[in-house]
C-alpha cells in the first residue's frame, strides 16, 4: 500500500510538464490571434496609409492564422514529441513573412510580429532548437532584400532590428529558465512535503494496527475507546457495549498443529469480526489470542446476537480451511451500565470473560447475567 501511494505522486512532475505545455499551446493561439488583429487593422482601416498594400492577400492571410490557431488547439501534442510543436512557430513565421511582403517589404509594419516568434520559441523550447529557431527567425526577416533591395534600410534592420530580436531573446530565455527553476523547486519542495505526508499517515497507522490480522492494535483500540466515551457522553443514545473475546485453546493449537497454524486462526477470527460487524464497530487484536470490539449504540442484547454471528462464522470458517473448528469465549460490559470510564468497562469485560471461561468455554458472558 505505502508503494502505491508513493507512486501515485512520482506523476507530478509529468503533470506539472503537461499543464506548462497547455499554457503555452494557449500562448502561442493567442500570438496568433494578436497576429491576427493586428493585420486586420492594418488591411481594413486607414490607420496606417500605406502605397504597396495588398488587402484581399492580407485577408486571406488573417483566414490562414485563424485556421492555424484551431489546428494548434485541436491537434493531439501529447501524443509526440514536445519538439515537434516547432511546426506553430515556423507557421508564424511564413505567415509573418507573407505578410511583410503584402505590405511594402522594408516598409511594412509587421516586422514587430517577428519578435513574437523569437520570445516564444526562447521560452518554449531547448537552448539548442531556441537558437536555431531565432536563427532562423532573423534570416526570414531579411527577406525584403530579396524582391526589394534597399541597402539603407537592410543596414538599419541588421542595426537595429536583428539585434531587438536577439536581446529579448535572451531576456525572456533567462526569465524563462529562472521561472522554470523557481517552479520546479517549489515543485519538488511540494512533492516532497506529500510524500512525507504520505509515509507520516502510513506510519501513523501502522503504530495503530496489527500486522498480522490489519486490525487495530491495543494502542488504536484505546485510542478508539476514549473517542467513543466522549461520543457517547455527548449524546443520549443508548450508549456501547465492549466485547473482549478469546481464542479458546490457543496454546494447545499452536502446540499441535503449529504456530503458523494459530496465526491462521486468527485471521480466521479477524475475518469473522469484519464479517459480522458494522461500519460504525470498532475492531482489535488486544493482544496474543485476545480480540476486542466496540459496539456503539448498542445494548447487551445485541451484544449477544453480534457473538452468535462471529462463533458460527468462526467455527464455518475454521472447519472449511484449518479442518477443525474454533471456539471463542467472550464478555461484555457496557456503558453507563457496567462501568463510567475506559479501563474500568475494560475490566468488567475482562471479568465477564473469566465467568465465560470457568462455564466451559465457547461461551458469552455479560455482567447483567452473573449469577443467573
Not at 516564444?120 to 539548442?128: E, G, N, V
Not at 532573423?138 to 531587438?164: C, G, K, M, N
Amino acid at each position: 500500500m505505502l508503494r502505491e501511494r508513493l507512486a501515485s505522486t512520482v506523476s507530478y512532475q509529468e503533470e506539472t510538464l503537461s499543464r506548462f505545455d497547455d499554457h503555452l499551446r494557449r500562448i502561442s493561439t493567442a500570438l496568433f490571434g494578436v497576429g491576427m488583429v493586428v493585420v486586420l487593422l492594418v488591411a481594413d482601416s486607414q490607420l496606417v496609409p500605406l502605397q504597396h498594400l495588398n488587402r484581399l492577400a492580407l485577408n486571406c492571410l488573417v483566414l490562414t492564422a485563424g485556421i492555424s490557431a484551431v489546428a494548434i488547439l485541436l491537434f493531439p501534442w501529447r501524443r509526440y514529441n514536445r519538439n515537434l510543436f516547432v511546426v506553430a512557430p515556423l507557421d508564424g513565421l511564413c505567415l509573418i513573412a507573407l505578410a511583410v511582403y503584402f505590405s511594402g517589404g522594408w516598409t511594412s509594419p509587421f516586422f514587430p510580429l517577428y519578435s513574437f516568434v523569437a520570445v516564444f520559441c526562447a521560452i518554449y523550447f531547448s537552448a539548442q532548437i531556441a537558437t536555431l529557431t531565432v536563427a532562423l527567425t532573423v534570416l526570414i526577416s531579411l527577406s525584403p532584400q530579396l524582391y526589394a533591395p534597399d541597402t539603407a534600410r537592410l543596414a538599419e534592420h541588421l542595426s537595429v532590428r536583428a539585434p531587438t530580436y536577439l536581446a529579448l531573446t535572451l531576456v525572456s530565455w533567462y526569465m524563462a529558465r529562472e521561472v522554470g527553476r523557481r517552479e520546479r523547486l517549489r515543485g519538488d519542495y511540494e512533492h516532497k512535503l506529500q510524500q512525507m505526508q504520505v509515509l507520516k499517515d502510513y506510519f501513523q497507522r501502522a503504530s495503530l494496527t496489527d500486522l498480522l490480522t490489519g486490525l487495530y492494535n491495543r494502542r488504536g483500540f484505546e485510542k478508539k475507546l476514549r473517542e467513543e466515551f466522549k461520543r457517547a457522553r455527548r449524546s443520549e443514545e443508548v450508549g456501547f457495549t465492549v466485547i473482549l473475546f478469546d481464542l479458546d485453546n490457543f496454546k494447545q493449537i499452536n502446540d499441535e498443529y503449529g504456530h503458523q497454524t494459530g496465526d491462521e486462526g486468527l485471521k480466521i477470527v479477524a475475518e469473522a469480526l469484519r464479517l459480522s460487524s458494522r461500519e460504525t464497530d470498532v475492531l482489535a487484536r488486544y493482544g496474543g489470542e485476545e480480540f476486542t470490539v466496540v459496539l456503539p449504540d448498542t445494548p447487551p442484547r445485541g451484544a449477544r446476537i453480534f457473538f452468535q454471528k462471529v462463533r458460527e462464522a468462526v467455527s464455518n470458517h475454521s472447519e472449511e480451511q484449518l479442518g477443525f473448528g474454533l471456539r471463542i469465549s467472550a464478555g461484555a460490559a457496557s456503558f453507563p451500565a457496567d462501568a463510567k470510564n475506559p479501563d474500568g468497562l475494560l475490566e468488567a469485560a475482562d471479568i465477564a470473560l473469566y465467568q465465560a471461561k470457568d462455564k466451559g468455554k465457547d461461551q458469552f458472558v455479560h455482567p447483567s447475567a452473573w449469577g443467573a
